[in-house]
């Protein structure tokens, strides 16, 4: 019996493209993977769309404490930020497909798994996948199918894949991110653009003020109510969100010299990494805090360079979890037409 390839798929273009690709070049089973981070999109639905894609089988699994418990809590720790201040929602997610694709070779008897991914997001997945199985083929299928070829295949094999946006979404629970190649980067972007935060115009006229209650470094209750890690994220997000906090218009630069216009939308991430810097502050020696900077530049590059199962990481982890040691306590932040600011802190003896 063939052994079928593991394909990472998220319902986009190349993905949906994808099942029907690798199972022609290879000639056998493609087994689809759909990892639940909290996205807003209806996993069924892409589930569904998988299986009328041609897949085999659709594996959905629900990783949103996990994602949130194991990767996004030691980011926040090492209050780690693209360019010292975006949220790295995309990145931290990788790793954590990674590895969901590598328990699914396994189970599956698979030797090959493949992914639609580009640009840094194909050193990103391609990375943790070898670090976690150097005996596994990786296929990263934008190296054969460019988007105007993916469209072509999809309209030969009459396969519905969903109109592309106004730029390329990505979301999980931490936060969400749109890449907008097309625009004029002298235009501010619309508001239809945004999903999980208000405008300041639409934002409550009162404040909110919340209360986050940390341990060890950790995040464990909103406003004295203990909540698990994915639900206490969640929960977050939709008061931040609701009075436009949280959002970013950035210009990155490429390696090429483009430029391309990125939307953040990380509400809860913004606050959360606010409140923790706040109480680090004031727990923490001095002389931690002047190297606090080198860690979170340190480890922001691992993430970005796809080295979350290398060896930096670990050390990395070791480092940053003994000064958390004393990180308990409750931070107090009010939320107002688009600002977050600290109002109130207090350290448990």
């Known amino acids: 019996m063939s052994k079928p390839i593991v394909l990472a798929y998220s319902g986009g273009w190349r993905s949906s493209v994808a099942i029907p690709f690798l199972a022609d070049r290879h000639g056998v089973d493609v087994v689809a993977v759909i990892v639940d981070l909290g996205q807003s999109t209806d996993l069924a639905e892409i589930r569904d769309r998988a299986l009328a894609a041609g897949a085999a089988r659709a594996h959905v699994l629900d990783t949103r404490d996990e994602f949130v418990r194991d990767y996004v809590w030691p980011v926040l720790a090492a209050d780690a930020l693209t360019e010292g201040f975006y ?134 209750a909103i406003n004295g109510l203990a909540m698990g890690p994915s639900e206490l994220v969640e929960s977050l997000s939709t008061i931040a969100g609701e009075h436009g906090v949280g959002r970013f218009d950035r210009v990155k630069r490429r390696g090429d010299g483009s430029s391309l216009r990125v939307l953040h939308e990380a509400p809860a991430a913004s606050v959360l990494h606010l409140a923790r810097r706040d109480l680090a502050r004031l727990i923490l020696p001095a002389s931690v805090g002047r190297f606090a900077p080198s860690v979170a530049a340190a480890y922001a590059g691992v993430l970005d360079r796809g080295e979350w199962f290398d060896g930096l990481r670990s050390g990395l982890d070791a480092y940053v979890s003994t000064t958390q040691a004393t990180m308990s306590g409750t931070v107090r932040v009010k939320l107002f037409k688009g600002d977050c600011r600290v109002v109130g802190r207090h350290v448990n003896p």
Request: with cysteine.
């Open 87 to 220: 949220p790295m929602a995309t990145a931290i997610s990788r790793p954590l497909i990674a590895q969901k694709l590598v328990e699914l070779a396994n189970i599956e008897g698979a030797t090959i798994v493949a992914h639609g991914s580009a640009g840094r997001d194909r050193v990103r997945l391609n990375q943790p996948l070898r670090a976690l199985d150097r005996s596994l083929d990786v296929v990263s299928c934008a190296d054969y199918l460019a988007l105007p070829q993916a469209a072509e295949y999809a309209e030969r094999l009459g396969i519905a894949v969903p109109a592309p946006l106004a730029g390329r979404v990505d979301d999980n629970v931490w936060g969400r991110t749109v890449g907008r190649p097309a625009d004029d980067l002298a235009v501010e972007v619309p508001e239809s653009a945004c999903l999980i935060t208000r405008s300041q115009l639409q934002a409550p006229a009162s404040p909110a003020v919340v209360e986050i209650t940390f341990e060890r470094g950790r995040p464990t």
